[in-house]
């Protein structure tokens, strides 16, 4: 009786010990921000959040194009500040086709950070985090290099931090070409961690990104004023 009382005693402890272990397993699954994402993740995850913007001058004639990205449902967005800086108009189209006329909230040209209001209504949105990822992290790039292609690139974080004409920016080798200024730039868990800038002309396969930081005080500052 003693030897099938300890038997059954050591089977209840290994089944309960068993029921913890998978517990934690699928608890971290549940948690989509505990896992790496590939590509195809995060672009089929993401691309409904993504904008193809354009801005005019005051005579109606185009100024610039380039990309963004919601990070509220209630309609708040960001874009690179060259895109949108001193334009007289500024339209979004969604990932429908619809072409939606919004207001620039903030316009910091030294961090390269805008953040736009689109029109009331309820939208998908991306989020967005303050920490910075660690320099040979893997990262992904998305933006509009043309009208109704959006593109995803890859490659890693080069510097979290640098100092670029005076002003701080991340490297990062995703590819990064006209048009996609705005876009997002994502780490392994679909994060946005920064914000697509330009290219360095003196570094072959370094490009720039705003920063997380400088992206995450200016959405916070307008979703609280």
Known sequence: MKCIRRNTLSLLIMVALVIILFSGVFAASADGTKQDLSAEDIYSRSSRALLYVRAYYT????????S???????????TAAHVVDK????TVIDCEGTELCCSVFSCDTAADVAVLRLPEGKYPAL????????SGAPLRAMG????DTL????GICSARSATVNDKR???????????MSG????????????????SVRTMDGIHLAACTKDIYAAVEAAANG
């Open 59 to 66: 005579s109606g004639n185009l100024k610039a194009t380039g």
């Open 169 to 179: 920016r991340m490297l990062v080798t995703c590819d990064i070409v006209n048009g």
């Open 151 to 154: 593109i995803i690139t890859e």
């Open 144 to 147: 509009y290099p043309i009208k």
């Open 127 to 134: 989020e967005v985090t303050d920490a910075a990822p660690a």
């Open 183 to 198: 876009g997002p730039v994502f780490d392994c868990f679909g994060r946005a961690v920064g914000l697509c800038s330009g």
């Open 87 to 90: 334009a007289a108009k500024v």
């Open 68 to 78: 963004g990205f919601i990070v509220s449902e209630d309609g708040l967005a960001v």
